[in-house]
């Protein structure tokens, strides 16, 4: 879990940058809205989500909605993230469905839901990336009825900035491999980063 000291530099980073440059993907860190696109696609590969209730981790504005909107129907959707401004915007963009300023690692987050898709929220450089990671991991998969799709920066790069941190692909999945027999790790996008798939059911 973030220490109280990390929480607030997370949540100072962010409204800091809504202070900046209000509603634009540079707030939540994103490049451009075509890269932000991809991810959202390569998220969302999971599974056909038509019908399904997904919980979005680090939602930031609620731009998945959008996406989710044009390539599915039927969805329910429930957005969390630990900034308290980003979820205000994030409601009044997108009334009629729901957000949450809450961290899921708060015993509090009992909430189950079929999928939990996660974009980049588990970037920033703290004190032990890899055990927030595997808790991360584990109290979304504890929660999913059906699985659980998250991107990180890829340790497989020419460039590391100082504020981000970059997994190595293969313990993300050794770990994710420890919680279900069923993975996919998909390294094949032109990002540098890769997103791994974990499924309840045997996806094979």
Known sequence: MLTPDETSDIIKLYHDRYEKDGYQ???????NIEEQILRFK???????????????IGCGFGDLIPYLKRRFS???????DISEKLIQKASQLHPGYS???IDI?????????????????????????????????????LLSNKGVAVNFLSSYVNYQHIRNFHYEPEKVFSFSKSLTKSVTLRHD????EFTVFLYREVNF
């Open 74 to 80: 039927d969805f329910t959707y429930v957005g969390v």
């Open 25 to 31: 993907v540079s707030t939540v860190g994103w490049k």
């Open 189 to 192: 996008y032109p990002l540098w």
């Open 105 to 141: 690692l708060d015993s509090s987050f009992v909430d189950k839901f079929d999928y939990f898709l996660l974009s980049g929220a588990l970037s920033y450089r703290i004190k032990d990336n890899m055990s927030l990671m595997q808790k991360m991991l584990s109290k979304m998969f």
């Open 42 to 56: 390569i998220l969302c590969d999971i599974s056909d989500l038509t019908g399904a209730s997904i919980c979005d």
């Open 99 to 101: 957000f949450r300023n």
